[in-house]
DNA sequence: GAGTTTGAAACT
DNA sequence: CAGTTTCAAACTC
């Protein structure tokens, strides 16, 4: 459409016919600023395509021409801004991008180390890199070490992975990009023309030759300096006392196979102990490929819901796959029903299945035309109040109510039948905010409960008894060859990781843990050592003292220290013999006394509370978000006129397409207006579909699957599709008042966490480390500092382990998850290549001889069962004990098991107790707490993020708002009733009276501690609160004996946890 | 050509 | 960024 003005013909342009692509810029520097020197015309590149834009105008680097750089010009763009005659928005868009990165328009493809690489990477999940959505593959290179693409086969040698790719091109882009021929060049996989994305992969068009300008001037570019660009990071800002929270994802799924793999592994342990507890030697302690620890006698007991803990397949992956439910179904783990909410998105032929999955089960057909064989078992479960309802968890022994279904028949709602008829069998546990598809409640507990009488008699103390393997000796520097360490040598003094984030945080606690036993190491020497400062600590509050005294009962203040042996770090590598440290009979390593005795260690850091995550709460509440201004118009035109009405009418897309400023803005302006005078009051309507029954979506493509996996005709499915948008607009119309107001059955922002993580906010895990850290190491004897912003790290908790301990400890990390496997495995091989680099640096060292290193090592395995697997002398947790719902003790149970005698345990939990059951209870376990508080604007605060993104949220969900409007209520009372209660026993002030709702000791906010204690108070009746203090009962009784007792366990544990 | 799948860009 | 939504191209049928 252009005209050239000075009709520059380089003489590479490849067809007459198609129209000139113009560049804006004379240089071709990327980074460059845009402005009046921009070539109005050009060359166009000789693999430079036409777009097809329809929303993004061409000015976003959707838009291939944009990316390019280079002006539309015959594109099939629709209302296209970028021509010359927008220039000066052209160079506005153009600039706002390249102040973000300034390299935002510079080649994707570099070169790396001798060789064209993609620059970034591509992160194919899916394609395998050998289709053109691969950006590597699209340009013609082989994925290289940046790139995290999953079953990668755009790889020299056939799929092979190279140390690092050997990227090939072809031999049009050598001449292109002017370089050498690779010497790759003859492996050319690709004998394929690039894609209209090549262009702008390989940088701007090529330019006249008559410019100079090579095109390789991008190939200057990156070469290290190359940083990512990162969009706002937009933390949020936190006081002390309060935790950063964040939102994540990572690669939780888990597979079929190592599902199986982990269950038979538990199996044969589990055989192994019924047929004679001395078999063992403690169990081998999984090498790489994580095979039965030994093949013990074929045929061990029938897997039953007692023999393994698919709990923990929830902690690592919810059970997102359809596969790892069959397994749990076929292994008799009392599975229910079974469903899948993999789905990410489509509904198309292979949606939602993973390779090699096996196809089970079908749900009712959808659509006409193509869609019938549309894959869409079960769906998303885990908001759904009826499945809420439909299995109500006898566990907690209070009335045999689930806490959710409260007692088995919901009062309130919608009565607790299943709102879509017995498709509905799928089986769901809440599991304090965290959704755990495809276990019922009753399952788990019932595998807990036998698990808890398996272990009783059979697995209880076998680890104590292992005999302990002498370290090898310090190694003399450098790393082994790969391998030499070999299989993890019986298990002896091994570290256990049982890490529920594979690369995440933990450096802190690894060190703490690690400090921690050292610390012992060295007053070990003496032959003693305070295990128990909890107890030694001296309140000005007699009656807490008392409180105290009486909570530790049983609990010695100091304990002997076993022989250090066994305990990291230990230079001579002592043994400690089999027998020393056998437990006293009936040892139960829940009990904090028991655990005294044979000199185990459990710590467990509680961060305090679920998140000042805003008042508008996490992200995944983000009611309002997302839509684009033109969908909202759209969809509340729909609204107006009908699902299937056309959409005539409704606002110009283009101003409101255009933000605030004027800029382009994805999503508008974020108000959704008429083009007119609408004038119409939209409240009824908007009330409408906040109080509609069932399950309301946001994200269209969701709620169409939740429509097909609910029998739905396909008008429904439409239906349903278009209600997610209508609901987005009425969200939006209604603001923040609906935000307040979280219609029942509504799950906000929920999308498409369905195939991966589901968004919950989580304390950024590297204070509360660090806090850790410092409180194992030196218990604070003032408040805890404020909290550090800093971000956590790229975790690499078992390379921390491993160095920690000099490299002489085996060490293990368990996750049932292959991703965070292998997420892992890449943190241990860079760690081993570091190793390898130190190890030639102080080099001396003659080939061959020379102590090896323990191995180190990312199994993929149950890390909620550890039997068979010690004795270690750490056991790590990072947010994996809160994953495991009800059957946390259990868990907890294990890792105390596979302590060595001195061993340590840290355990890192989320979120606080608000509930006497479920993973809270660990708090009553353990030998340490520390409790970080947080700080609360208001109650309603409070009571927003508890029940919205919390741990209440399930429950909010089950039972509706009616239910919570008066737990609410009961909620406000209880905390002036505490608040009056402490006011009066703290002090004769005078009558400080009534404190007002909201308003609590400092500076006007409430106290955190007071409403954790007001939730945990109404918590399900009088007889819930069955607080335990060291094994013994510690509540209980009417609501004021409950208040009285509580309120002390929560000063108790706060004050202990501060020491 | 219509509908689906895909991975990265855009956004908060 | 232990995140989500939108986008246009690639892909499939
Ligand atoms: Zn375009
Ligand atoms: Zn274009
Ligand atoms: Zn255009
Ligand atoms: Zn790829
Ligand atoms: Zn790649
Ligand atoms: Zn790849």
């Not at 290179?141 to 790139?147: E, I, Q």
């Not at 599975?335 to 909410?341: E, H, M, P, T």
């Not at 295990?531 to 309140?539: D, F, H, K, L, Q």
């Not at 044979?598 to 996490?618: F, H, Q």
Request: glycine residues 14%; proline residues 8%; charged residues 20%.
């Amino acid at each position: 459409m252009k005209k050239s003005k000075r009709g520059h013909d380089s003489g590479l342009e490849s067809t007459g016919a198609a129209a000139a692509a113009v560049p804006y810029m004379l240089e071709g520097a990327y980074g460059g600023g845009a402005d009046e020197d921009y070539q109005e015309d050009a060359a166009p590149a000789a693999g430079s395509k036409r777009c097809n834009c329809k929303k993004a105008r061409c000015l976003k680097l959707y838009c291939v021409c944009f990316a390019a750089g280079v002006y539309c010009s015959s594109c099939a763009c629709v209302e296209c801004l970028n021509t010359l005659g927008t220039q000066e928005l052209v160079l506005k868009e153009r600039n706002k991008k390249l102040q973000q990165s300034p390299w935002a328009f510079a080649p994707k493809v570099e070169q790396k180390e001798g060789e064209l690489a993609h620059k970034k990477g591509c992160r194919c999940r899916r394609s395998r890199c050998i289709k053109k959505y691969c950006e590597c593959y699209d340009a013609q290179v082989f994925c290289n070490a940046a790139c995290r693409c999953e079953a990668c086969r755009n790889m020299p040698e056939g799929g092979i992975a190279a140390p690092h790719a050997i990227p090939h091109i072809a031999a049009q882009q050598q001449q292109q990009l002017q370089l050498p021929p690779s010497r790759a060049q003859q492996q050319l996989p690709h004998s394929r023309a690039p894609s209209a994305n090549a262009a702008a992969l390989f940088g701007a068009p090529a330019q006249p030759a008559g410019l100079g300008l090579g095109p390789m001037a991008g190939a200057t570019f990156g070469d290290g300096l190359v940083k990512r660009a990162s969009y706002g990071t937009a933390q949020l800002s936190y006081g002390p006392g309060q935790l950063p929270y964040r939102a994540a994802q990572l690669p939780y799924d888990v597979r079929a196979e190592d599902l199986e793999a982990a269950l038979a592994r538990q199996r044969t342990v589990a055989a192994q102990a019924d047929s004679g507890p001395s078999g063992s030697s403690g169990g081998g302690a999984g090498g790489a490929g994580e095979p039965p620890p030994r093949a013990a006698g074929r045929g061990g007991p029938p897997l039953g819901p007692g023999r393994s803990s698919v709990v923990a397949a929830m902690g690592a992956g919810y059970g997102d796959s359809l596969e790892v439910l069959d397994a749990a179904q076929e292994a008799g783990l009392g599975v229910r029903g079974r469903g899948r909410n993999q789905q990410v998105r489509g509904l198309g032929p292979d949606a939602g299945r993973l390779p090699g999955a096996s196809d089970g089960f079908h749900p009712p057909q959808h659509a006409p035309g193509g869609a019938a064989d549309k894959h869409c078992d079960g769906g998303p479960l885990y908001d759904n109040p009826a499945l809420l309802y439909d299995n109500p968890a006898p566990m907690h022994g209070n009335g045999g109510g689930s806490l959710y279904g409260n007692g088995g028949g919901p009062p309130h709602g919608n009565g607790g039948r299943p709102l879509h008829g017995d498709r509905l069998e799928p089986a769901v546990g809440p599991s304090y905010g965290m959704p755990t598809a495809f276990m019922s409640m009753d399952a788990i507990a019932a595998a807990a409960q036998a698990a808890s009488a398996a272990t009783a008699s059979g697995l209880r103390g076998q680890h104590l008894g292992a005999r302990a393997e002498p370290l090898p000796p310090p190694a003399s520097g450098g790393l082994a060859a790969p391998g030499a360490g070999g299989d993890i040598p019986a298990a002896g003094g091994s570290v256990a990781a049982a890490f529920g984030g594979a690369s995440f945080g933990g450096d802190e606690m690894a060190r703490a843990a690690g400090g921690m036993a050292l610390e012992q190491q060295g007053e070990g020497a003496s032959g003693r050592v305070e295990r128990e400062r909890v107890a030694r600590r001296s309140s000005s509050d007699p009656e807490e003292d008392a409180a105290v005294a009486a909570a530790q009962r049983g609990a010695p203040a100091s304990v002997p220290c076993p022989p250090a042996d066994d305990l990291p770090g230990a230079a001579t590598g002592g043994v400690a013999t089999a027998g020393e440290h056998l437990p006293p009979e009936g040892f139960d390593p829940l009990r904090r006394a028991d655990r005294a005795a044979a000199g185990v260690a459990v710590g467990v850091m509680a961060p305090g509370a679920v998140g000042a995550a805003g008042l508008r709460g996490p992200p995944a509440l983000g009611i309002a978000a997302g839509g684009t201004a033109a969908a909202a118009a759209e969809a509340a035109a729909a609204a107006r006129q009908g699902p299937q009405q056309p959409t005539a009418g409704r606002l110009d897309p283009l101003p409101a397409a255009l933000g605030a400023d004027g800029g382009l803005s994805q999503y508008g302006s974020g108000e959704l207006s008429y083009g007119g005078d609408d004038g119409e009051d939209h409240s009824a309507l908007v009330d409408a579909v906040l109080q509609a029954p069932g399950l309301l979506l946001q994200d269209p493509e969701r709620a169409e699957q939740l429509a097909v996996w609910l029998g739905l005709d396909v008008p429904q499915q439409l239906a349903a599709r278009k209600a997610a948008q209508i609901l987005t607009a009425l969200l939006q119309m209604a603001g923040a008042a609906a935000a307040a107001r979280p219609a029942q059955g509504i799950a906000p922002g929920g999308s498409k966490w369905c195939g991966r993580r589901p968004p919950t906010m989580q304390p950024a895990p590297a204070p509360l480390v660090q806090q850790t850290s410092r409180t194992l190491h030196h218990p604070p004897t003032a408040a805890p500092e404020p909290h550090s912003r800093d971000p956590a790290s790229q975790g690499h908790e078992l390379v921390l382990l491993h160095a920690l301990f000099g490299g002489r400890r085996a060490v293990v990390g368990l996750d049932l998850s292959h991703g965070m496997i292998s997420l892992a495995e890449r943190a241990i091989q860079a760690y081993r290549q570091q190793q390898q680099l130190l190890g030639q640096q102080a080099q001396a060292r003659p080939a061959g001889a020379g102590p090896s290193l323990a191995p180190l090592d990312a199994v993929v395995a149950d890390a909620s069962c550890l039997d068979g697997r010690g004795p270690a002398a750490v056991v790590m947790s990072v947010f994996g004990l809160q994953q495991m719902g009800s059957a946390a003790p259990q868990a907890l149970a294990s890792w105390a098991r596979a302590l060595a005698p001195g061993g340590v345990c840290v355990v890192v939990l989320w979120p606080p107790r608000v509930e006497a059951a479920g993973p809270w209870t660990a708090y009553e376990q353990v030998d340490r707490l520390q409790r970080h508080k947080m700080e609360w604007e208001s109650l309603d605060q409070f009571w927003q993020v508890m029940t919205e993104g919390g741990p209440w949220r399930a429950r909010r969900l089950a039972q509706g708002d009616a239910a919570m409007a008066d737990l609410r209520a009961r909620f406000a009372a209880k905390y002036d009733a505490l608040v009056a209660e402490y006011d009066g026993a703290g002090a004769e002030q005078g009558g400080s009276g009534r404190v007002e709702e909201g308003q609590g000791q400092l500076d006007g906010r409430p106290d955190g501690d007071v409403m954790q204690d007001a939730l945990l108070e109404i918590t399900g009746g009088r007889s819930v609160p069955r607080v335990f203090i060291n094994g013994s009962f510690f509540g209980g009784g009417d609501d004021t004996a409950a208040a009285a007792s509580n309120g002390k366990l929560q000063k108790l544990l706060t004050e202990a946890g501060a020491l």
